[in-house]
Structure formats: structure tokens, C-alpha cells
């Protein structure tokens, strides 16, 4: 069975702690806060006055609370705007998905949660199939990002049964494993049979678009791999292993980008 995307809320609470753990660097190697002031520039005064963790969180707190209070009617129609425009394309899409990583949805899977959100940054649970999705996202940039999102539960069940002694801890920032599934996600979202659905093409974290491995663009290399394997009707496993085998190989240089 097809699981559908559900669009519901993450509300002002959830928003805080997502921000906070996103903006708060010593639980995160990357630096997110350019990311997160681009949204919300009140917020670089607000955090400049706070001194330790509990005042920063306080501070996101009032913040995402007020935010959430103001934009209340922009957030609801903006989360019946992507419902019903992913609605257009959430059967063709849950349908070709599997068929392209030659595997099945699981039979427990009935729903991908979205929820809607003043979170720039939309970060998924590989546990619960949820991620947050940015209010403000174009309808084109909607869809980029909920296929990409949902394609990574698919892709860690599929890596399980290509790789049965992947650890669980793998998969999270900033480990390899995890690296390698941002880095294919956009190439197998620009399979044109992938890209004629979603309508544009997916760009990759920025520092994944600006790396190069001896010499040749990072997401050039990973590219050429998935159309190499295709041409020659090769097996989707397969092109898991040869990205994971030349990931390893240039661990070096990876491991750096995030
Ligand atoms: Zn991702």
C-alpha cells in the first residue's frame, strides 16, 4: 500500500526546540544560523542577549510563540496550499519511487507526516516518517522537499536490506552513511523520470555543491555513478554499493563538509 503525505502542524513549542537544537553548536557540527537569521533576523538581537542554553531557549520560545500567533492564517492557508498541490502528484510519486529503488513501502507505513512549520531548516525522523516543512516554501520548493524527505525513508529501508548490518546511528549527522544519503537523494530525484514529476531540478547541500573529489565536482562523480549503472541496467543495490565504495574511498575529503 501507498503511504500519503499528511500535512499537519508543528506549532510554536516543537518549532522552539527544533530552532534551538538547530542554532545551539555544541549539538550540531554545522552551523546553521545563517540559515535560521535569513527567516527570522529579530532573533540575532534577541540570542546576542542570551547567555546560556536555558536564556537561549527562552528566548527562541517567546519567539516562535509570537511568530506563530502573527502568522497563524499565512501558516494554515500555506498548509492547505501544499496539501492540495502535493495531493496532485502524491500517488505517481509513491507509485515510481519504489520502482526506481527496487524495493516496497512497508505494509505499516500508511502516512509521511508534514508538519508545517516557521522552521527553515525541515528536518526529518527517520522513526516516525515526519519531518517539518518551511511555511513559506514555494509550491515548487514544497514539492522538492517532501519528495526529498520521503525519499529518504524509503532509501533507509532499502540501505537495510542492501546493507543488514548498517548500524541505526549511521544514519544521523554527521557519519558517513548519512553524508552519502544527501548526496544521492537530489541525484535520484533528477532521474528525469523523477524530475518531469516534482518540475525542477534538486540541488544538493550547498557544501556538497561546492566540493570537488580529485578535482571533479562531488555531485558530478555520484551523478555519473547513477547514470552509468542505468545505462547498463544495473541493479539499484548496486549503484548503493559502488556510491558507498567510492564514498569510503574518498572519506578524507567528505568527512570535512558537514
Ligand atoms: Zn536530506
Known sequence: MQPKVRFGYAGA???AKAIHSFYNTSCNKVDWSNC???AHSPLREELRRARTDRQELSAIGCYTTMAWQEEARMIRSQRRLFEAEWGKVNGEFMSLLPKMMETQWPADRRYVRAHVSINP???RDL??????????K???????TVAHETLHFLYFKKWREVFPDAERSSFESPQLVWQLSEILTPVILNDSRMKALIGRKSTAYPQFEAAA???????RVFEGIYSWKRARGKSFADFLKASYEEAKKNESDIAFLV
Open 36 to 38: 535560521i537569521f535569513s
Open 13 to 15: 513549542g516543537s518549532d
Open 121 to 123: 531548516i525541515c528536518p
Open 213 to 219: 573529489i580529485d578535482g571533479r565536482p562531488l555531485m
Open 127 to 136: 522513526d516516525d516518517w515526519s519531518f517539518t516543512i518551511y511555511y513559506l
Open 138 to 144: 514555494s509550491v515548487a520548493s514544497m514539492r522538492e
